[in-house]
């Protein structure tokens, strides 16, 4: 039987972007549902500020370049050397580039957006998947923006799309020790990351971007990233026990 109330009692989940808002919120979802928590982000999340300092025996906060290799292994060493083996690894990390005509698309901006997302994502794999306990979960965080495309948005919408290929290596892969992969799709969502996407469209066009997006989305509003973390919940726990290689999408109904 599934415990509601205790879905990740004694799981131990690695989430990289960690002190962000998607991050910082599925932490606080999975401490909630009985987990303990390593939270990586480019600077080590701070419980107070994320308000997870109640919880601070059963989180480790790490910073790590997630692009870079050896930064990678330091924190798969640092999680496994605290809690041993691992059972929910979300690969969340992200940055958004600029948007741009491909002809004026910077080349080391686009180098950067892979090298967080895709690259990010490919290291966080490699490093865990051999200290995963077998019936884990891996979710990667891809976006709307993995499943549709708009112009100029180069770097980040590769990156969102590359994250389902390696996504589904991983799921095949995996399935014969029953770590089951998948990616969750956020739409757009009420929170810094997005502002900064709609301040530049603002700036572009003289349109307001927020209400742009609100009109676009069916459901006519931004996401929340509690509703994120409870998309990842779901992914996490046995609740997904016979879903593998799917694409979750929690986007108001964007992509449809
Ligand atoms: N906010 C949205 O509307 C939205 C929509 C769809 C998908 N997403 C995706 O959700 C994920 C989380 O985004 P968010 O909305 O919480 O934004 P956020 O900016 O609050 O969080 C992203 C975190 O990733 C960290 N990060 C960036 N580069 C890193 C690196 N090289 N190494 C380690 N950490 C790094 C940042 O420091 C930040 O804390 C991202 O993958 C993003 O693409 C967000």
Redesign the pocket.
């Known amino acids: 039987m599934i415990l509601m109330d205790k879905l990740l009692q004694d799981k131990v989940c690695v989430i ?2 960690g ?5 910082a919120a599925m932490a606080a979802r999975f401490l909630a549902s009985g987990a303990d928590c390593v939270l ?4 080590a999340p701070d419980l107070v500020e994320l308000g997870l300092a109640g919880a601070a025996d059963r989180i480790v906060c790490l910073a ?4 870079d290799p050896a930064d990678s292994r330091a924190y798969a060493k640092a999680a496994v050397d605290r809690f041993g083996q691992i059972d929910v690894l979300v690969s ?5 580039g600029t948007v741009q005509p491909i002809a004026d698309y910077p080349l080391d901006i686009f180098d950067q957006v892979l ?3 895709v690259r ?1 994502a490919f290291l966080a794999c490699q490093n865990l998947v051999p200290h995963m306990r077998d019936g884990g979960s891996i979710i990667i ?5 993995g499943v549709t495309g708009d112009a100029g948005v180069h770097g ?1 919408i590769t990156a ?1 799309h590359a994250q389902i290929g390696l996504m589904r290596c991983l799921a095949k892969e995996l399935a014969p020790r029953a770590i089951r992969v998948n990616s969750l ?5 009420d ?4 502002k900064a ?1 709609e301040d530049g469209f603002t700036a572009a066009t003289g349109q307001d971007g927020t209400d742009y997006f609100n009109s676009i989305i069916p459901l006519g509003r ?1 996401g929340t ?1 509690e509703e ?1 973390a409870n998309a990842a919940l779901y992914l996490a726990s046995d609740l997904s026990s016979f879903a593998t290689g799917t694409l979750h999408m929690v986007d108001g109904g964007l992509s449809i």
């Open positions: 990289t972007g002190g962000g808002s998607v991050g990586v982000d480019l600077k790590a370049d997630v692009s969340n990390a992200g940055n958004f090298a967080v997302h990010g965080t891809s976006s709307v923006a980040y969102k799709h956020p739409g757009p969502l929170n810094s990351f997005q996407v931004h990233a994120i």
